[in-house]
């Protein structure tokens, strides 16, 4: 008899392990998800436009270029957030080169000193309150 109820009890044990397991999963998966989707590119392209072409000075001819690669690496960025929830150092890495090429771009677009704004306006880390955290971070 005793045997039975020490059988009983340690598959009730493992059966409830396992589904707290499999909900701590969905969690996860729920908040990755999430992370992705909150991302609302256009809007963020567009306030993004708002802060970029009144600090660099950006002339017509500029504006619709550069808006166009930075929806680009929204798009992108957006695509890989879920990463920064379950593996930051992937994100991290991925994001590095998303930047890199998004840089490379802009060197292309902006006057030497247009893009040496654009490197200043770098913020020191990334805030929720500062748009252009999104473009760097």
């Known amino acids: 008899m005793k045997k039975i109820i020490v059988a009983f009890i340690l ?31 256009k809007s963020v392209a567009t306030s993004i436009m708002g802060a970029l072409g009144p600090s660099l000075g950006l002339t017509d001819a500029e504006k619709t ?10 798009t992108k960025k957006k ?36 893009y040496a704004k654009l490197l200043g306006l770098k913020p020191k880390t990334a805030t929720a309150t500062n748009v252009l955290s999104q ?3």
């Not at 270029?65 to 929204?74: A, C």
């Open 11 to 41: 598959f009730t044990a493992i059966t409830t392990l396992t589904n707290a397991q499999d909900v701590l999963e969905k969690a996860k998966s729920g908040a990755a998800s999430a992370a992705g989707s909150s991302l609302d590119v």
């Open 79 to 114: 695509d890989i957030l879920p990463l920064q929830m379950s593996d930051n150092a992937a994100y991290v890495s991925k994001f590095s080169a998303l930047s890199s090429g998004f840089l490379g771009k802009m060197k292309g677009i902006l006057t030497a000193a247009k």
């Open 135 to 137: 473009l760097f971070f």
């Open 65 to 74: 270029p550069v808006l166009t690669e930075v929806t680009s690496l929204l």
